[in-house]
């Protein structure tokens, strides 16, 4: 028993020794990818600063500069230029040797440690196993703390899938929002007298609108049923029927065109309402998400340490 208990805790600290140098090879891996880009980068520079050094030293460049009494000034500007990049590569070059030297001394180290990961869950799993059949208040708290873990993943599940569906109805809320927004410029331009390109331009926002809304419906609809306690209206309508917009069209009067307008900032009220209870709502589902990783996390530590120590 305390062989087991002891190769268990072995095994924990090549797990977490592994995890650490995997985490740290992948930290050096991005910076030497980002370092081997600097350096390709300062030796195009570098190419380009040479050959223009070169062009500068002799032939008619060399000529052309004299004659301006400029030469002496550009080429000294082109040797520092070109003696910046000679550093620059130089150093780079110098920071990517030691990268490389570090993770090859990490990859060494994490050979040894083999596949740490499966070494330790299958000598946990059998841990785990004899307890459960030796049966006994460790077996029990082992149970119960499994049944609690269970739980609380499908309070997860739950939560996260809720979430999803609330990030895809503010998708849609956002969108019905722009085009509300288009349609009251157009209406505010059209009661000042904008003409029937307006009303068009107007009308077509509402539609766009309106299309929007009645994909929105049945997003709230699987929303209200992820969440039994939450009320939200989506009966929202942004179309204008009937006499107001034929009235809107054909007779572009102040009236209707006041009469829309003021339907349109009703619709945007009804919607930022839906809007605003949507977000509390994603609130209160992400700080339960949190609340129950947060039991789940400490749940698998009391497991860890029951079976480490049994």
């Known amino acids: 028993m305390d062989t087991e208990k002891i190769d268990l805790g072995i ?5 977490e020794r592994a995890r650490r140098i995997d985490a ?29 050094l070169g062009r500068m030293e002799k032939g008619v460049v060399k000529a052309f500069y004299t004659l301006l009494n400029k030469r002496d000034e550009r080429t000294e500007k082109l040797r520092q230029e070109t003696a910046r990049y000679e550093a620059e590569a130089r150093q780079t070059g ?43 208040p460790a077996a029990d708290r082992l149970a119960q703390l499994r049944r609690d873990m269970d739980e609380q993943n499908g309070v997860i599940a739950e939560t996260e899938e809720a979430l999803e569906i609330g ?30 390109i307006s009303g068009l331009a107007k009308h077509s926002q509402l539609d766009d609108a309106q299309t929007e809304a009645n994909e929105l ?15 939200i209206d989506g009966d929202i309508q942004v179309q204008i029927e009937g006499m107001l917009k034929f009235a809107d069209f054909f007779l572009d009067g102040f009236f209707a065109d006041a009469s829309v307008l003021k339907k349109i900032h009703q619709s ?12 509390l ?9 949190r609340e129950a990783q947060s039991r789940l996390e400490e749940l698998d530590r009391q497991e860890s340490e029951l079976i480490i120590n049994a």
């Not at 110098?94 to 001394?105: A, D, G, H, P, V």
């Not at 049923?225 to 939450?230: G, K, M, N, P, T």
């Not at 709502?281 to 998400?289: E, G, K």
């Open 217 to 231: 419906r049945p997003l709230l609809e699987r929303y209200r049923s992820e969440l039994a306690d939450v009320s």
């Open 167 to 196: 990030r895809q109805v503010l998708a849609k809320i956002v969108r019905i929002e722009d085009h509300l927004e288009g349609a009251e410029t157009w209406g505010a331009y059209d009661l000042m007298g904008g003409g029937g």
């Open 268 to 279: 945007q009220e009804k919607i930022a309402a839906t809007k605003e209870k949507v977000e």
């Open 281 to 289: 709502v994603q609130r209160r589902l992400d700080s339960s998400r």
């Open 11 to 15: 095994l924990r600290e090549k797990l």
């Open 94 to 136: 110098l920071q990517i040797s030691e990268l490389e030297r570090e993770l090859t001394k990490l990859g060494e180290e994490r050979a040894e440690l083999g596949d740490a990961e499966a070494a330790y869950h299958a000598a946990f799993g059998a841990r785990a196993e004899a307890i459960m059949a030796a049966g006994g």
């Open 24 to 52: 740290l090879a992948a930290e050096l891996a991005g910076r030497l990818d980002r370092q081997r880009a600097s350096a390709s980068e300062t030796a195009a520079a570098l190419e380009k600063s040479r050959t223009s």
